[in-house]
């Protein structure tokens, strides 16, 4: 055989493979009248695991391209080229073509072992449900009449929600907002993808965060935007590169998480952050602020927001409950000029003809009762145990071997690992042990990080994590 799998591309090998087959199969380069070569043929002669060949095939039959038979091996499906004269889709090539493209392999595959296998999960951005206020939400559904229409309701989402959060926002993170410049989204992600698709267009360019949970989010290369990344120091960005990269590249838009960021906890320092907004003002550059964290200071200090601190209205403010109260909710908003909020809340009628209005009327609920204080002093409280307890036994097992900061807040703690490894292999002699963690290439370009998030497990799974992962470590 000629062919041989690209090892440096980001396709899986097994992809790779099928691909090549299904086109064969179409060019006649596999031959309707004689069988595929067998499983172990293949894996010898390409000198990959017979598994790859095995997870090829298992496509390929999916798609109904080829049949299994005992005795007479692989071959092509007769559905294709037999009596019937049927064809099937070539799913695969339809796949490839859409222009929303896929989450990183290494996402997909971190995703897939947290649901399907029992795993220590230091990987999850997702608050465990010990963490949620139940007995709160319970009390709501239970005690109080849904007066809400169970029909479409206004474009922007509920008013007397988007009224609450009015309240909420300058109580808790003195932002001055009116209803109309409020838009509900189903979770802070959904708002990232309606102002990347709504407010840019294909050429434009934007700054990242370098690590950022931004980092390695597809929305940016489906919309064809171009990235530029600026490096985290202690205090967050430099507002200097941020300048230098706008006289070179025109940039269009910034993209920041300043309060506990998502991966390394870094605070964006204030005179930073001041910085900004002037470069912000004097340039015209929008700011997207992306705030799912700052209640969470385990100091009890209150964070300053940027839009709290914007006088000109250059930043949207994006939050959600998703970190604070509960995922399943996907109660998220966005805070901007009246004219964007209107042409996001449109973009957004289109493809869901408006948020639900069931858990609105929870979260409503939730927001504007005295649970929601009392729930957050007790969700601090539980997260800064389980801060102590990762950074505990990352000093036990990994004393010298791995460097970090401790987190003043938020749920991520952003590790770097002093000797040299194979992230990949470590990521899979992890899993063996039974821990999963997110290896930090996808959140940035630097080598020889992992991101562990304390806010999934107890603390007894957390310390028992950290010893597997540190298993892991030596074995390699």
């Known amino acids: 055989?000629?062919?041989?799998?690209?090892?440096?591309?980001?396709?899986?090998?097994?992809?790779?493979?099928?691909?090549?087959?299904?086109?064969?199969?179409?060019?006649?380069?596999?031959?309707?009248?004689?069988?595929?070569?067998?499983?172990?043929?293949?894996?010898?002669?390409?000198?990959?695991?017979?598994?790859?060949?095995?997870?090829?095939?298992?496509?390929?039959?999916?798609n109904g391209l080829i049949q299994r038979n005992r005795g007479s091996g692989t071959t092509i499906s007769r559905d294709i080229w037999g009596i019937t004269k049927k064809r099937i889709p070539s799913w695969n090539r339809y796949i490839e073509a859409g222009s929303f493209l896929p989450n990183l392999p290494v996402t997909q595959r971190i995703r897939k072992e947290a649901v399907e296998h029992k795993l220590i999960n230091l990987a999850s951005g997702e608050l465990s449900e010990d963490l949620f206020p139940l007995d709160s939400l319970r009390q709501i559904t239970a005690s109080r009449s849904f007066i809400g229409s169970l029909g479409y309701d206004h474009p922007q989402g509920n008013l007397i929600l988007r009224e609450t959060i009015t309240k909420h926002v300058k109580q808790f993170r003195r932002i001055e907002a009116d209803p109309s410049s409020i838009l509900i989204t189903s979770g802070a992600q959904q708002a990232l993808h309606l102002v990347v698709q709504c407010l840019l267009k294909p050429g434009d360019a934007v700054v990242l965060e370098d690590p950022s949970y931004n980092y390695n989010l597809p929305i940016f290369k489906s919309a064809r935007i171009k990235t530029f990344f600026l490096s985290l120091d202690k205090d967050g960005i430099n507002p200097d590169e941020l300048l230098t990269l706008h006289k070179k590249h025109r940039i269009k838009m910034i993209f920041l998480n300043p309060s506990f960021q998502n991966p390394t906890g870094t605070l964006l320092h204030e005179k930073k952050r001041k910085a900004i907004l002037e470069i912000s003002s004097e340039h015209g550059i929008p700011v997207v602020e992306d705030d799912p964290y700052s209640l969470t200071s385990f100091s009890g200090e209150e964070v300053t927001t940027l839009k709290s601190m914007d006088t000109h209205g250059n930043v949207l403010y994006i939050s959600s409950l998703s970190k604070i109260v509960a995922s399943g909710l996907r109660i998220g908003w966005i805070i901007g000029p009246k004219p964007v909020i209107e042409r996001l809340s449109d973009a957004k009628q289109q493809i869901d003809f408006g948020h639900a209005s069931f858990t609105q009327w929870i979260a409503n609920d939730f927001l504007d009762s005295e649970s929601f204080q009392s729930h957050i002093n007790s969700l601090v409280k539980e997260l800064e145990k389980r801060r102590d307890q990762i950074t505990t036994s990352l000093n036990f097992y990994l004393k010298d071997q791995v460097e970090f900061s401790?987190?003043?807040?938020?749920?991520?703690?952003?590790?770097?690992?002093k000797k040299d490894f194979n992230e990949m292999l470590l990521l899979e002699e992890s899993i063996k042990r039974g821990v999963i963690y997110v290896p930090g290439s996808t959140m940035g370009s630097q080598k020889g990080f992992v991101r562990f998030t304390f806010a999934r497990e107890d603390e007894e799974s957390i310390h028992e994590g950290i010893k597997r992962f540190a298993e892991a470590l030596h074995s390699l």
């Open 1 to 62: 055989m000629d062919w041989k799998p690209d090892r440096t591309a980001k396709k899986a090998i097994y992809k790779q493979l099928a691909e090549y087959i299904e086109n064969g199969i179409a060019n006649g380069t596999f031959p309707p009248d004689k069988p595929l070569p067998s499983e172990r043929y293949l894996a010898k002669e390409l000198n990959v695991n017979r598994s790859t060949v095995v997870s090829a095939y298992d496509e390929l039959e999916s």
């Open 406 to 417: 401790i987190p003043q807040g938020g749920i991520h703690l952003w590790c770097r690992i």
